[in-house]
């Protein structure tokens, strides 16, 4: 396993749960699962894909492109684990890159082609236009309305556990980080950001309507 899939796992029991909704089909329990792993799954982008496609928006690109394929592929997922998750994930995103990759290079070499044969030999047009690329069906539909609906959901946590979520995702900072931040201990941190993930799981399984708990106290 890479070596940068350190950091912070789910409790097992969280990860068991959701897994278990998530081969029930729930569209939201997979939306919280990729976007627990988003983090480790986006470094793992930054260091694999083509310098030439580097940027912040395509490492954005793939993992949602990866995500989608995820979602496609996942009756194909038999493992039990977060780590054997996370593997799943990152095959599906080195196989996207392998395609954003190929991409590029089609686009260049067609380019290419365009700029040298812009005219037959006579001056006159070539009378053909290179056919548009095939406009693949939108199976993105689903996910997207997902994370619109956990990106509600977020918003609608209280005040602590939304600011440690979005440190946390955000800002890419540690549970140390976010607790100095916020003004509380790092332990404090962590149980506020692992108190609104369970917040979210619920309400994206059907527990849209309850009402949020009061924010806890500084500790």
């Given at each position: 396993?890479?070596?940068?899939?350190?950091?912070?796992?789910?409790?097992?029991?969280?990860f068991?749960?959701?897994?278990?909704?998530?081969?029930?089909?729930?569209?939201?329990?997979?939306?919280?699962?990729?976007?627990?792993?988003?983090?480790?799954?986006?470094?793992?982008?930054a260091?694999?894909?083509?310098?030439?496609?580097?940027?912040?928006?395509?490492?954005?690109?793939?993992?949602?492109?990866?995500?989608?394929?995820?979602?496609?592929?996942?009756?194909?997922f038999?493992?039990?684990?977060?780590?054997?998750?996370?593997?799943?994930?990152?095959?599906?995103?080195?196989?996207?890159?392998?395609?954003?990759?190929?991409?590029?290079?089609?686009?260049?070499?067609?380019?290419?082609?365009?700029?040298?044969?812009?005219?037959?030999?006579?001056g006159?047009?070539?009378?053909?236009?290179?056919?548009?690329?095939?406009?693949?069906?939108?199976?993105?539909?689903?996910?997207?309305e997902?994370?619109?609906?956990?990106?509600?959901?977020?918003?609608?946590?209280?005040?602590?556990?939304?600011?440690?979520?979005?440190l946390?995702?955000?800002?890419?900072?540690?549970?140390?980080?976010?607790?100095?931040?916020?003004?509380?201990?790092?332990?404090?941190?962590?149980?506020?950001?692992?108190?609104?993930?369970?917040?979210?799981?619920?309400?994206?399984?059907?527990?849209?309507?309850?009402?949020?708990?009061?924010?806890?106290?500084?500790?």
């Amino acid at each position: 396993m890479d070596a940068e899939q350190g950091g912070e796992d789910l409790p097992p029991e969280q990860f068991t749960r959701l897994l278990a909704e998530v081969r029930k089909g729930s569209h939201g329990a997979f939306g919280l699962l990729i976007q627990w792993k988003r983090r480790q799954c986006e470094r793992f982008i930054a260091r694999r894909i083509d310098p030439a496609l580097q940027s912040k928006d395509a490492v954005s690109d793939i993992y949602q492109d990866a995500m989608i394929e995820a979602w496609r592929d996942f009756h194909q997922f038999r493992g039990a684990s977060e780590g054997e998750f996370y593997g799943f994930l990152q095959s599906i995103i080195a196989n996207t890159i392998r395609d954003s990759r190929r991409r590029f290079t089609d686009t260049q070499k067609r380019d290419v082609g365009r700029e040298i044969r812009l005219r037959d030999d006579d001056g006159s047009s070539p009378g053909f236009e290179p056919a548009a690329s095939a406009r693949q069906p939108d199976r993105s539909a689903e996910l997207h309305e997902e994370q619109r609906l956990l990106a509600a959901e977020i918003e609608r946590l209280p005040d602590d556990y939304r600011a440690a979520w979005t440190l946390y995702f955000e800002e890419n900072l540690s549970f140390v980080e976010i607790g100095n931040r916020m003004g509380r201990s790092g332990e404090a941190a962590r149980k506020l950001f692992h108190r609104g993930f369970a917040i979210l799981r619920e309400r994206m399984n059907g527990g849209r309507g309850a009402d949020p708990p009061e924010s806890p106290g500084h500790r």
